[in-house]
């Protein structure tokens, strides 16, 4: 079974900085994209970094120059460096890949179940 579990979140001051990190696990033959979702209280989940298999970044223009996404492929894992932290940023915040477990099947998207970052003014 493949499992995506977060860690890494937790309450940090506004101007602060948080790592986070999404390992995979379980029985699988590749990851295509990994990307970093969050999800304020009342709004809809949105993008908030992803990067290829390659090692191509994307960042949210709120991000942009304050949050670093990296891969260490031979882990299976993603990390999100957040530095200059704001309130604004506080949301859950998910992991999401794309696996195929064996090569003949087509990649799947996984979810991890979230990790809460709190910024405080």
């Known amino acids: 079974q493949v499992q995506l579990v977060e860690s890494g979140g937790g309450l940090v001051q506004a101007g602060g900085s948080l790592r986070l990190s999404c390992a995979v696990s379980?029985?699988?033959?590749?990851?295509?994209?990994m990307r970093w979702y969050c999800q304020a209280p009342g709004k809809q989940r949105e993008l908030v970094a992803s990067?290829?298999?390659?090692?191509?970044?994307n960042y949210a223009d709120s991000v942009k120059g304050r949050f670093t996404i990296s891969r260490d492929n031979a882990k299976n894992t993603v990390y999100l460096q957040m530095n200059s932290l704001k309130p604004e940023d506080t949301a859950v915040y998910y992991c999401?890949?794309?696996?195929?477990?064996?090569?003949?099947?087509?990649?799947?998207?996984?979810w991890g179940r979230g990790t809460q970052v709190t910024v405080s003014s």
């Open positions: 999401n890949a794309e696996i195929k477990r064996i090569l003949t099947m087509p990649w799947i998207e996984y």
């Open positions: 379980g029985a699988i033959f590749s990851i295509n994209d």
């Open positions: 990067i290829t298999s390659g090692g191509r970044t």
